[in-house]
């Protein structure tokens, strides 16, 4: 079997596991806050992967003023985003899934998430934390199609507006942090 037909019969047949759906006054609480002109400089991590998909699911938040990888910036930013650990699932071969042509699904258990740093480069302050992680399958074959209309996705999970709404709501969880270190801040509590 080809490589393209692998890709096809294996790889269009994938379903990652979502993380849980927010409450709805999580939810109310996210939608309502935004860091009035704060910027967010992502620094390049050892494994580039790690940096950039961070400087993405930020960005897609839309909790700050602006998100970029810290050399795309004019001026410096308010906070540099500082990956602390990669977050990563689990390799795997499916070489059973792929002789079936997808009958026999694999499936394995993966953490996806962010674990990363708020830091102020300009003023002398404590490293705000910030991390969500959640534990999921990722199942490929035949059976991934059933999955994903439940509860999983096909697509890029660290794309996926659950992933970042709960990115959202870590990063508001230490809205109290990131008020305190640029003087104070203006947050709506609510739409």
Known sequence: ????????????????ALPPKLALAQRVEVEGAQFYAVS???ERFRQPVYSDRL????????????????EA??????????VERPIYGTAAVPWLTGLSLG?????????????FSLIRISVPAPKI?????????????????????????ATDVYR????????????????????????GCHI???P
């Open 103 to 115: 009958l026999v699904s694999t499936t394995v258990e993966e953490e996806h998430g962010f674990s």
């Open 1 to 16: 079997m080809g490589v393209a037909a692998w890709v096809v019969l294996v790889g269009g047949c994938g379903s990652t």
């Open 160 to 183: 996926h507006p659950r992933l970042i709404e709960h990115l959202a709501w870590a990063i508001v969880q230490q809205s109290e942090l990131i008020c305190q270190q640029v003087g």
């Open 73 to 82: 910036l004019d001026s410096p930013p308010t906070f540099v985003a500082r």
């Open 129 to 153: 934390p910030v991390e969500f992680r959640y534990h999921g399958t990722t199942t490929l074959g035949w059976r991934a199609l059933f999955l994903n209309v439940s509860d999983g996705t």
């Open 55 to 70: 400087a993405s699911a930020l960005d897609a938040t839309h909790l700050f003023a602006h998100v970029a990888t810290v």
């Open 40 to 42: 967010v400089g992502v």
């Open 188 to 190: 709506a509590s609510g």
